[in-house]
C-alpha cells in the first residue's frame, strides 16, 4: 500500500511523540498533530497543528472528521485512548474500537477482563470509600498499592504498607484520577519486565521481551528499558501464552502494545496492558535489536498497511536509561558523556530545567549498545548516573 499523501492524526506533542511525528513526515504522509497549547516540542514539528485536547472524543473526532483522516495514532500515553478508539468505530479506521480501548485505559475494567479471561494478574477491588480499601489491605498477606484507574505513567501510584498509609495514598490516587476512581491491588514483589506486541487483525504476531530499569518502591516509575531480556528464552517461553490470551481479551488491535509483568514466586503476572506503543523509549530499545523502524510499523498499522515484520531479531543488544535530574534550574554545563554512546538531549546549556508531571527533571537519555543483554543495562546505568552526578545546574531564585 503506498502510504504517501495519506492523512494521519496525531494525539500529542510531547516528546514521546516527538519521533512518530518525524517518522510520519519522512515517510510523506500528511501530518495533523493535536494537542492542548503548551510547551511541547511537536507544536513546531507539526506541519498541520490544531490546539484541541486529546482526552475529549468529541472534540478529536469533530477535527478528525474535517480533516477526513485515513488513520489515527498516539505513543506513550492513554489519556487519548478512548478518543482514539472513539474515531476508530466512527470513520471505520485501523486499530482498536471504543470499548476495547476503555479497556485499556480503565484498570478497574481491565482487570476484571483478565480474571475473567484467566489471565494471571493481582487480586483487586474498586474502592468506592476509603473503608474499602483499608478491608482489602487487613485481608491480605502483604502491601498493596494503590492506582488511579485512568492514569499512565506510574502516575498517582503508591505502595501501602502500613495500615495508616492508606488514607493519604487513596487521596493521591484521587487526585490522579480524571473520573475519580481508584483501585487497590496486592503488591506484586518481583522482577518487573514487560514486552512491545505487534498485533495484526487481532492477532499478537510478533513479541518483543525486554527488561525494566524502575525506580524503588513505593512508586516503581519506568526510568530504563533493555533489549533482549537476559533471561528472554526462559520468560518467552513463560508469557507468549500469556500475551496471546490477554491481547484477545482486551481486544486490542492493528497496533504495537505494550505490556507489563512482574516475575512473582508463582511465575510471571500481568500489571497492565495498553494499545499503543510503550514509553521510556520502548520503541527505540525494541527496535534497535529487532532492526526495525517501530514508529514506522505503528502508523503503517494505523493506516491499514499490512506490514513486513522480521522472523529474527537483525540488530544488537542495546538499553537505554532517562537522564533524570535531582533539581530544577539553568542547565550550565552538560555532565560527563562518553563519546561511543548515543546521547540524545532534549535542553540545551543555557536553557531552564522543570520537573514533568511524574515530578522527575528528566533532559534526555542515554543509549547503549554491545554484546551482553545484562552488561548493557549495567553501563546505560552508569553513564546515566556520571552524566547526572556532573552536570551543572544553576537554581533560579523564585
Request: hydrophobic share 40%.
Amino acid at each position: 500500500m503506498n502510504l504517501k499523501g495519506k492523512k494521519l492524526l496525531i494525539l500529542g506533542a510531547g516528546i514521546h511523540q516527538v519521533p512518530l511525528i518525524e517518522t510520519a513526515k519522512k515517510m510523506g504522509v500528511e501530518t495533523h498533530v493535536c494537542s492542548i497549547f503548551g510547551n511541547y516540542p511537536g507544536i513546531s514539528l507539526a506541519p498541520f497543528f490544531y490546539e484541541v485536547d486529546i482526552s475529549n472524543p468529541k472534540k478529536v473526532l469533530k477535527l478528525a472528521k474535517r480533516l477526513e483522516i485515513d488513520g489515527i495514532l498516539t505513543t506513550a500515553t492513554d489519556v487519548c485512548l478512548e478518543s482514539i478508539g472513539f474515531v476508530v468505530d466512527e470513520l471505520n479506521l485501523s486499530g482498536t474500537g471504543l470499548e476495547n480501548s476503555k479497556a485499556c485505559f480503565d484498570k478497574s475494567i481491565m482487570k476484571k477482563r483478565f480474571l475473567l479471561n484467566n489471565i494471571p494478574t493481582s487480586k483487586y477491588i474498586k474502592v468506592e470509600k476509603l473503608q474499602d480499601a483499608i478491608d482489602f489491605f487487613n485481608n491480605q498477606p502483604s502491601s498493596c498499592v494503590l492506582k488511579p484507574t485512568d492514569s499512565s505513567g506510574s502516575r498517582g501510584v503508591i505502595k501501602v504498607e502500613d495500615v495508616e498509609d492508606i488514607e493519604q495514598a487513596y487521596i493521591t490516587a484521587l487526585r490522579f484520577s480524571k473520573a475519580g476512581d481508584v483501585i487497590i491491588e496486592e503488591w506484586l514483589e518481583g522482577e518487573e519486565f514487560g514486552a512491545q506486541v505487534v498485533v495484526v487483525n487481532g492477532k499478537s504476531t510478533l513479541m518483543m521481551m525486554h527488561s525494566d530499569i524502575t525506580t524503588p518502591p513505593p512508586n516503581r516509575v519506568p526510568i530504563g528499558h533493555g533489549c533482549p531480556h537476559p533471561q528472554e528464552t526462559k520468560l518467552f517461553t513463560l508469557v507468549s501464552e500469556i500475551i496471546h490470551n490477554a491481547v484477545i481479551a482486551l481486544g486490542v488491535n492493528n497496533t504495537i502494545c505494550n505490556i507489563d509483568f512482574i516475575l512473582t514466586k508463582c511465575g510471571p503476572k500481568v500489571i497492565e496492558l495498553t494499545c499503543r506503543m510503550g514509553g521510556t523509549h520502548l520503541p527505540e530499545v525494541c527496535g534497535t535489536y529487532w532492526g526495525i523502524n517501530l514508529y514506522k510499523l505503528a502508523i503503517e498499522l494505523s493506516l491499514g498497511a499490512k506490514p513486513s515484520l522480521p522472523q529474527t531479531p537483525s540488530g544488537p543488544p542495546n538499553a537505554a536509561h532517562n537522564l533524570i535530574l535531582q533539581t530544577t534550574g539553568e542547565l550550565k554545563k552538560y555532565g560527563t558523556m562518553e563519546n561511543f554512546f548515543q546521547w540524545n538531549l532534549y535542553i540545551k546549556e543555557g536553557e531552564n530545567i522543570t520537573f514533568n508531571v511524574s515530578n522527575q527533571a528528566e533532559i534526555g537519555y542515554v543509549q547503549i549498545q554491545g554484546a551482553d543483554p545484562s552488561q548493557v543495562l549495567i553501563e546505560a546505568s552508569k553513564a546515566a548516573s556520571l552524566f547526572c552526578e556532573t552536570t551543572e545546574i544553576q537554581e533560579i531564585d523564585v
